[in-house]
Structure formats: structure tokens, C-alpha cells
């Protein structure tokens, strides 16, 4: 089945740094990658929409100059958290959907954010 | 889905017994519809789907139903085993979007 693999599941950071968040499409093409973010206890809620190769549309109350989304290729996208701040401490967890159209989404493993 | 809570409703049952998750959705537009499986720490992993113009799908111990007239959506789980402790989360997506949206979630606690 597709798989959709996220580096790293963990990262620790200090208040101010930066940190990128990889998320690849390891058997299919994914035109269309997602970013979640969930806090504990919570549902998922979308941050933005990426197609490969054209901008990120970002959900209202998203900055999208704090998380960087880039999608340059078919199979990787990246999400950059800039000057993180530990409110930015969350579990971040991507999803891509394939040249099938409305095909189920597949999630990675998710990544936890911890800034201190 | 609506996702409105800061917390998650607990669903408790025994094992062997029958788990009956529900889930109550708010776009009338919405014409396909996802039940995921999340366990701690890890990302959402795809139960069954189901498309809007069905109210029934069966898989392997798992029977998702949709009743469009009330916007609601159920996750029916036969035999409940312990490995199927869990927060199961449901989602839709609205048509001419690509994106999901989640549901608050239930989480699903199985005693042995």
C-alpha cells in the first residue's frame, strides 16, 4: 500500500530556531501534500495545501511566514518552522494524495515538536 | 467533520463485545467520508471509506454507515480486540476540496 514516511518523528529545539520537517511519498507520486497539526487530545487541524511545484495554500489564522512549506519535487514536501516558539510545540503530521484523484489520503508517522 | 472539542469523548468496552463509534458532520456537500485509526503517537492509519451515494460498507470486522439525511456517520467494530484501543478519528471531504476535515474524535478504550 502507499506509504508516506516523515523525518524526524522527534525534535527538540530552542526558542528562535528553525526546524524542517521532511514528509515523503514513498511509492506513489503525490501531486498534493497536506500539513495537520494536532495538539494533544485535539483533532487534526490543516495548516496548508501544497501542490508540487506552486505555492502553498495556507488555512485562515496560518502564518505563512513562519511555516515554510516547500514541494519541489513528486514525492517530498517540507515544512520549515521558523523562529519556533514553544506554542509552536505540537505533533505535525502530513498526508499525500496521489494522481488518483480522491483516493484515500495516507498519513506519516507524524513528527513531535518540543521547543523549549 | 465538526471539530470542536479539548477533549475526547471515551468509548469503554469489553473485549469480544461489538464498538459503536459515531460521528456527526457539518457539510451538506461533503460526498466522501474517511474513518482513521490513530494510535499514540502515530499518524492517522485508514480504517474504510465510504462514498455518498452509499449508506453501508462492510470490510474485515469493521461496517461503516452513513445516513446523509442527519449528517452522521458511524463506525460499527465487531469483536472488539485489544489492539483496537485507540482514538478513531472520522473525516470528510467536501466537494471540489482536497483537503480533509476531522472530526473531534472518540477514543476507544477495550477491556480485557
Known amino acids: 500500500g502507499a506509504v508516506v514516511s516523515q523525518h524526524p518523528s522527534r525534535v527538540i529545539c530552542k526558542s528562535g530556531t528553525s526546524v524542517k520537517i521532511e514528509c515523503r511519498s514513498l511509492d506513489f507520486q503525490a501531486t498534493t501534500m497536506f500539513w495537520y497539526r494536532q495538539f494533544p487530545k485535539q483533532s487534526l487541524m490543516l495548516m496548508a495545501t501544497s501542490n508540487e511545484g506552486s505555492k502553498a495554500t495556507y488555512e485562515q489564522g496560518v502564518e505563512k511566514d513562519k511555516f515554510l512549506i516547500n514541494h519541489a519535487s513528486l514525492t517530498l514536501s517540507t515544512l520549515t518552522v521558523t523562529s519556533a516558539h514553544p506554542e509552536d510545540s505540537s505533533f505535525y503530521i502530513c498526508?499525500?494524495?496521489?494522481?488518483?484523484?480522491?483516493?484515500?489520503?495516507?498519513f506519516g508517522n507524524g513528527t513531535r515538536l518540543t521547543v523549549t | 467533520g465538526e471539530s470542536v472539542g479539548l477533549h475526547l469523548p471515551t468509548l469503554s468496552v469489553q473485549e469480544g463485545d461489538n464498538s459503536i463509534i459515531n460521528c456527526a458532520y457539518s457539510n451538506s456537500a461533503s460526498d466522501y467520508f474517511i474513518w482513521y485509526k490513530q494510535e499514540s503517537g502515530k499518524g492517522p492509519q485508514f480504517i474504510i471509506d465510504?462514498?455518498?451515494?452509499?449508506d453501508k460498507r462492510q470490510g474485515q470486522r469493521v461496517t461503516v454507515l452513513l445516513n446523509k439525511t442527519v449528517k452522521h456517520l458511524s463506525l460499527q467494530i465487531a469483536a472488539t480486540q485489544p489492539g483496537d484501543s485507540a482514538v478513531y478519528f472520522c473525516?470528510?471531504?467536501?466537494?471540489?476540496?482536497?483537503?480533509?476535515?476531522f472530526g473531534s474524535g472518540t477514543r476507544l478504550q477495550v477491556q480485557p
Open positions: 473525516a470528510d471531504l467536501p466537494l471540489g476540496r482536497r483537503a480533509l476535515t
Open positions: 465510504i462514498r455518498s451515494n452509499m
Open positions: 498526508s499525500a494524495s496521489g494522481t488518483g484523484g480522491d483516493s484515500p489520503l495516507h
